[in-house]
C-alpha cells in the first residue's frame, strides 16, 4: 500500500515568490494535514482539510493557504514568500471517524515532506 | 496558547538501559496523547497513544500518563542503537476538530 506522497522533494524560491506543494494521501483517507516543521521550532499546525472543505487551522497568516480536491489529495500554497517560510512542510493523512479508540484522525501518517528553500 | 514541553536532549543512555523520556502539556482539556519517533532526515512516525491514567505497553515501549501532573512519558527498554532518534510528543483535545499539538521533541542516542 502506498504512503503518503509529496512533491517536490525540494523546492527553491526567492522572497516574494509563491510556493505550491503537493500531497497525496493514503488511499482511503480523507483527511489531510499540513505541518510546517523549522528548525529549532518543531512541528507547527497549518492546515487541515477533510471531504475537500477546510476544517482547521493553525496560528499562521492568510498567505498561507491550500485546498483538497475531489480525490483527496491537497495543496499548500505560500504568497509572497519570505525568509522565514524556508522550513520542511510536512503532509500527513490519516481516516476520519470515531473508533473504539477515539477519534481516528488523531492518529496520522506523514509524507516525506517538502523542503521549501528561500532565497 | 497551548503548550507542549519537551527537554530537547540529547538523551544519551547505553545499549540495553532504560530510556526515559517525558513531557509536560499545558491544557487541562486535553484528552489523547502520543508519541512519534523522527529518525534524522525523516518524517514522524506514531509509536505510541494513551488516553487514560497509568501505564500502557506495547513491547519494549510504555506510555505513562499522569492527567493530574499533565504529565506524559514514555519508557524504552532494553534501549538499542537503532532506537537513536528525535521522539515527539503530541497532545489532542478529544473530539473531532482536530487540535494535536506537537513538541519540540527529544533527541535520543543510544550507545553501543
Known amino acids: 500500500e502506498a504512503g503518503v506522497t509529496q512533491s517536490p522533494t525540494h523546492l527553491i524560491k526567492t522572497r516574494g515568490q509563491q510556493a505550491t506543494l503537493r500531497c497525496s494521501p493514503i488511499s482511503g483517507h480523507t483527511s489531510v494535514y499540513w505541518y510546517q516543521q523549522a528548525l529549532g521550532l518543531g512541528l507547527q499546525f497549518l492546515l487541515w482539510y477533510d471531504e475537500g472543505e477546510e476544517r482547521n487551522r493553525g496560528n499562521f497568516p492568510p498567505r498561507f493557504s491550500g485546498r483538497q480536491f475531489p480525490n483527496y489529495s491537497s495543496e499548500l500554497n505560500v504568497n509572497a514568500l519570505e525568509l522565514e517560510d524556508s522550513a520542511l512542510y510536512l503532509c500527513?493523512?490519516?481516516?476520519?471517524?470515531?473508533?473504539?479508540?477515539?477519534?481516528?484522525?488523531?492518529?496520522?501518517?506523514f509524507g516525506s515532506g517538502t523542503q521549501l528553500s528561500v532565497l | 496558547q497551548k503548550e507542549v514541553e519537551q527537554n530537547s536532549g540529547p538523551l544519551s543512555v547505553p545499549e540495553g538501559a532504560i530510556a526515559s523520556l517525558n513531557c509536560t502539556y499545558s491544557d487541562r482539556g486535553s484528552q489523547s496523547f502520543f508519541w512519534y519517533r523522527q529518525y534524522s532526515g525523516k518524517s514522524p512516525e506514531l509509536i505510541m497513544f494513551?488516553?487514560?491514567?497509568g501505564d500502557k505497553e506495547d513491547g519494549r515501549f510504555t506510555a505513562q500518563l499522569n492527567k493530574a501532573s499533565q504529565y506524559v512519558s514514555l519508557l524504552i527498554r532494553d534501549s538499542q542503537p537503532s532506537d537513536s532518534a528525535t521522539y515527539l510528543c503530541?497532545?489532542?483535545?478529544?473530539?473531532?476538530?482536530?487540535?494535536?499539538?506537537f513538541g519540540k521533541g527529544t533527541l535520543l542516542t543510544v550507545n553501543p
Open positions: 503530541a497532545v489532542n483535545e478529544w473530539g473531532s476538530n482536530y487540535k494535536l499539538t
Open positions: 500527513a493523512s490519516s481516516p476520519t471517524g470515531q473508533g473504539p479508540l477515539g477519534w481516528t484522525n488523531e492518529k496520522l501518517f
Open positions: 494513551i488516553y487514560s491514567n
